[in-house]
């Protein structure tokens, strides 16, 4: 199976800070990597797609990067909604595999 | 709007069997493949099942093969997931999830792009 190792477990950070989120796949997985928020109580929303495409709706301050093995997700200036926890997810290959999550905190 | 609603969640004994539901609204259901995901404290976020629009493809990760059972009815718009012979490790919160390709060239829904509301499975004697 492939392996999701996202960094950093947890972070703390202020409004108005960027903030980057990495996820490393145990294989190269092309651009078949897409990123997930969840707040507590609720279901995952997709967020970005195919490494960088933004889902409709999605503000335009999450971008998704990378290639091959490792990829980032980034908040250009962090918002008082998006505190929540983060996942990397790949569709390479079955089983579907996920990151463990991040989870963005207030500073 | 599209909407899924899952339900049939509840408590359990281990070794016992559970039927979840996800009823569809919102978009044509019979071209859309389908998934079910679960979030269980011991693995976080797991995919389980797929199915595709007309049944004619399935899979299963290997933690719920011989055990799970995904299917589904077009013409109810819901889709369906048998759990038998369920375990302590089964117990979380499960997804039904929406599938689409991810790229133009992909034919198989892996990227999930709208969540049921989740429905708690409990496993305990």
């Known amino acids: 199976d492939i392996q999701m190792t996202q960094s950093p477990s947890s972070l703390s950070a202020s409004v108005g800070d960027r903030v980057t989120i990495t996820c490393r796949a145990s294989?190269?997985?092309?651009?078949?990597v897409h990123w997930f928020q969840q707040k507590p109580g609720t279901a995952p929303k997709l967020l970005i797609y195919a490494d960088s495409n933004l889902q409709t709706g999605v503000p335009s301050r999450f971008s998704g990067s990378g290639s091959g093995t490792d990829f980032t997700l980034t908040i250009s200036s962090l918002q008082p909604e998006d505190f929540a926890t983060y996942f990397c997810?790949?569709?390479?290959?079955?089983?579907?595999?996920f990151g463990r999550g991040t989870k963005v905190e207030i500073k | 709007e599209v909407q899924l609603v899952d339900s049939g969640g509840g408590l359990v004994q281990p070794g016992g069997s559970l039927r979840l539901s996800c009823a569809a609204s919102g978009f044509d259901f019979n071209n859309y493949d389908m998934n079910w995901v679960r979030q269980t404290p011991g693995k976080g976020l797991e995919w389980i099942s797929y199915?595709?629009?007309?049944?004619?493809?399935?899979e299963y990760a290997d933690s719920v093969k011989g055990r799970f059972i995904i299917s589904r009815d077009n013409a109810r718009n819901s889709l369906y997931l048998q759990m038998n012979n369920l375990r302590d490790d089964d117990a979380g919160v499960y997804y039904c999830?929406?599938?689409?390709?991810?790229?133009?060239?992909?034919?198989?829904?892996?990227?999930?792009?709208?969540w049921g509301q989740g429905t708690l499975v409990t496993v305990s004697s």
């Open positions: 199915i595709n629009h007309i049944s004619s493809a399935i």
């Open positions: 294989q190269r997985i092309t651009n078949f």
């Open positions: 997810q790949q569709s390479y290959i079955t089983p579907w595999t």
């Open positions: 999830a929406r599938g689409i390709p991810p790229a133009p060239m992909s034919t198989v829904g892996s990227l999930f792009d709208y």
